[in-house]
């Protein structure tokens, strides 16, 4: 059977979280009534002129700076042509041939993956190139109904930047790798909030096939409609089987564009696929092009940390694994929390405080369904507890339940220890009555340990739990319990 080769490209379209729009002083938000952030200029009624939003501009510049994207001296506004009921204007406010950001890439992490394709990754380490990333006005929403289509132009008129790769991804999960970490970096900036549920993230893919062997490029076929990373996964699959399936029939695939319907599983045809010429381009009479030399001066102090280059230092600071830096990374606010309970004692060690995290704090709050911001347990009581179980005041069972405890009503470990008559014995005096104790109501213990048999500790430290109510430290127990045997 031959084989074929596929190559996909995205159109990432990611609403900036400015205050206001793009040309426009009206406000940027989520959930209003229907039509009631608009004004003449982003409703495009005659005589209504555009103004630049600056934060907008430099938002989109400081993104293409963690893509690791240039910037040119000049960059310039377009009109982009088109009718369609969401924009009344009928053109779009858009960037052509010179646009804020080029080249550049997003790196392609292992935990970025789908879990069920984390042990198969093909290219570990790879980098997804970028064409450019370019600052355009949002269009109005359309909702269909049987009896006729609501248009909404509260999003008309949002800056929104249009982040474009290169036909540089060979697979769906490598496209779901992408999203996630593409967005991660967004947020991570600050510089969009990158909901799909809002549809301030939405993904349009380009997917062609073609024989291995074949330099050239098969149809590009674009897909819309695309609602969520996981449906950008499902909807590729699909798509590569089709058209696939297409091409070893001998059938000749043309450039188009298609929906994908996520309750069907399957793509239908919307139209064939418009060229940029079919959108007559050309220079926006009403904008002034931009130099952008004192911009890229006032954002570059202001690029944070990568995601990607804090996975790297958590693992060279905290001495953690490769996993555990990248879950604690995964989210802005995680990594920010960890942080901070780090620093609450710098004597508890970092790495198990990384395991409480990652293992109970995380565990708790996916069973309840709950947000990080909800947590009862604030980042210096996960230290107070991590250091109660280091310094041997408590076991790491107690340690788990006093942990529920915390979970469900914010109390601190401390309280909860001595609430619950948790704090270990450590005094070695009160605990050599209990060892003399065992020791002589085991004589025969005692013989098999003397003749080599060392797991008889074990057995002989858990009657002297017993016996002391589970309140003996296990540590200084089994060094006293080992002196005494000797």
Not at 102 to 124: E, T
Not at 200 to 224: F, H, M, T, W, Y
Not at 334 to 354: G, M, R
């Amino acid at each position: 059977m031959p084989k074929y080769i596929t190559t996909i490209g995205l159109e990432v379209h990611a609403q900036l979280n400015t205050r206001s729009k793009m040309f426009c002083p009206c406000p940027v938000g989520y959930g209003a009534d229907p039509n009631t952030q608009t004004c003449p200029t982003c409703l495009g009624l005659p005589g209504a002129l555009p103004v630049l939003n600056l934060e907008a501009i430099e938002k989109t510049v400081l993104a293409g700076m963690m893509l690791g994207c240039s910037t040119p001296p000049i960059s310039k506004w377009d009109r982009k042509n088109y009718f369609y009921p969401d924009m009344p204007k009928n053109y779009q406010t858009t960037q052509f041939d010179l646009p804020l950001c080029l080249d550049g890439g997003v790196p392609l992490y292992d935990l970025a993956y789908p879990k069920d394709a984390q042990k198969s990754i093909k290219n570990p380490g790879k980098v997804v190139k970028l064409t450019r990333i370019h600052l355009e006005e949002d269009v109005g929403k359309s909702t269909h109904s049987g009896i006729g289509t609501q248009l909404d132009f509260n999003r008309a008129g949002t800056p929104l930047m249009e982040i474009v790769s290169e036909p540089d991804i060979e697979s769906a999960e490598e496209a779901f790798a992408y999203l996630i970490s593409l967005r991660q970096i967004l947020i991570y900036g600050g510089v969009s909030d990158a909901d799909m549920e809002k549809g301030q993230l939405r993904c349009d893919v380009n997917i062609s096939v073609r024989p291995e062997g074949q330099k050239e490029l098969g149809a590009k076929i674009e897909l819309k409609n695309l609602n969520s990373i996981a449906a950008v996964r499902r909807a590729i699959h699909h798509e590569v089987e089709r058209q696939t399936e297409a091409v070893m029939r001998g059938e000749k695939l043309l450039q188009s564009t298609r929906r994908w319907d996520d309750d069907r599983g399957e793509t239908q045809l919307m139209r064939s696929k418009e060229d940029a010429h079919d959108y007559r381009y050309f220079p926006c009479p009403d904008l002034l092009p931009i130099r952008t030399a004192s911009i890229i001066e006032r954002v570059h102090p202001r690029v944070p940390e990568s995601p990607h280059a804090k996975r790297a230092r958590f693992e060279q600071d905290y001495s953690v694994s490769a996993y555990d830096a990248g879950v604690l990374t995964s989210d802005k606010a995680l990594a920010a929390w960890f942080e901070e309970a780090v620093a609450a004692d710098a004597k508890v060690p970092a790495k198990k405080i990384a395991n409480w995290v990652i293992n109970e704090l995380l565990g708790r709050l996916n069973e309840a369904s709950s947000a990080l911001e909800n947590s009862l347990v604030k980042p210096t009581a996960l230290n107070e507890l991590v250091a109660c179980v280091e310094s041997g005041k408590i076991s790491n069972t107690q340690a788990k339940e006093v942990f529920d405890e915390m979970f469900s009503s914010g109390e601190t470990a401390v309280a909860i220890i001595k609430k619950k008559g948790f704090e270990q014995v450590s005094d070695t005096g009160a605990l050599e009555a209990f060892c003399d104790q065992v020791i002589s109501a085991n004589p025969e213990k005692v013989a098999e340990f003397k003749a080599g048999n060392d797991k008889v500790l074990n057995w002989m430290t858990g009657q002297v739990m017993k016996a002391s109510g589970g309140k003996a430290n296990p540590k200084v127990l089994s060094e006293l319990l080992r002196a005494k045997l000797a």
